[in-house]
């Protein structure tokens, strides 16, 4: 009777623990994450420049990490049409 019983106040406070994170736990954790995330890709769309010139000017920029990647070995495309000897 004594491990029924035992069981039985287990399960319940395991119970009352499940409820008591899922009412205040997860709601702390969920809004962490979000701030963490808006903090990591919200302060890259703050950084833009942008530079003030005369109307119709157009400035072209090209990101310098980015190397255009070349493939020697692969050789070149050539695009054909199937014809009917028919």
Not at 63 to 78: I, R
């Amino acid at each position: 009777m004594k491990v029924i019983l035992g069981i039985f106040v287990f399960f319940m406070l395991m119970w009352y623990g499940l409820k008591i994170f899922l009412r205040y736990g997860l709601p702390w954790l969920l809004a962490r994450f979000f701030r963490n995330q808006q903090a990591r890709y919200g302060q890259g769309a703050n950084q833009t420049q942008y530079n003030e010139g005369p109307d119709g000017e157009v400035q072209i920029r090209k990101d310098q990490s980015a190397k255009p990647s070349k493939d020697d070995g692969f050789g070149e495309y050539v695009d054909f049409e199937d014809v009917d000897d028919n």
